[in-house]
């Protein structure tokens, strides 16, 4: 899951204008974008967690979000990751200030990101590393983050490494809160909802939730809604916190 000079070069390129516009040292929110890319993802879902991810941060909901709060930059990272051990950078730690750093940071994603038809080899799904590789971003961020977020989007449960609930309580521990969004684990002839799951097994910290999906179409709106709710937890009256019957929370 590595990726070649050239790609690391070009994304390099993309977000100057975001590290050259972003200078300030404190956020309101850092974000750990980690995204499943296990066997079990096909190209089709692939496909709509980076173009989701692209969509949702380069929106309007999520801009004015982060125009409100009271820094008016986020910082994120994304990553993928399946095994124990397996992952991929996409996108450095990097500031979103604005319109352009959005933009920018939504086409290394979807340049960037996996577009690979089926995971060959390590393909099991370890959401316990991806906790652990999260946690271990958001410590060396080198700013300041009133909030830290490991937002998860998978469609499996954990199968490999740790105990997820060892890998849940060091996040909390360390300050962080695990969201996660679900993405049904489609099977011939069979479609699981794993949310319970990750309500019960994977999310935590203040104001934790799972972003539950009725149907891949949904992702990207849905995945906006959830940015939205990220950004904006500091301010109770936001009118996409005070709409929470479509999500599962956990312990605060």
Sequence with gaps: MGMNPAGQMAICAALVCCTSQAHATEVDTAIVFAVDVSGSVDPATAYLQREGHAAAIASQAVLAAITRTRTGCVAIT??????????????????ICG?????????????GGAKELGCETMCRTSISYAIDLSVTLLTSYTGNAANKIIDIS????????????????????????????????????????????????????????????????????????KLVREISAADPTDEFLSNSSDAYYGPR
Aim: charged share 15%; aromatic share 8%.
């Design 154 to 225: 998978a469609n499996g449960i954990n199968n490999d490494g740790l105990p997820v609930e060892q890998s849940r309580l060091r996040a909390i521990a360390a300050g962080c809160t695990i969201n996660v969004i679900a993405l049904p684990d489609a099977m011939p002839g069979i479609s699981l909802d794993h949310s319970q799951y990750f309500a019960d097994n994977v999310i935590g910290g203040p104001n934790a939730f799972v972003m539950p999906l009725a149907s891949p179409g949904r992702y990207a709106s849905a995945l906006r809604q």
């Design 78 to 95: 994304y990553i993928e990751w399946s095994s124990y051990g397996q992952k991929r950078s996409v996108v450095p730690w990097t500031h």
């Design 99 to 111: 319109a352009e750093d959005a933009h920018a940071v939504a086409s290394v994603i979807r340049n």
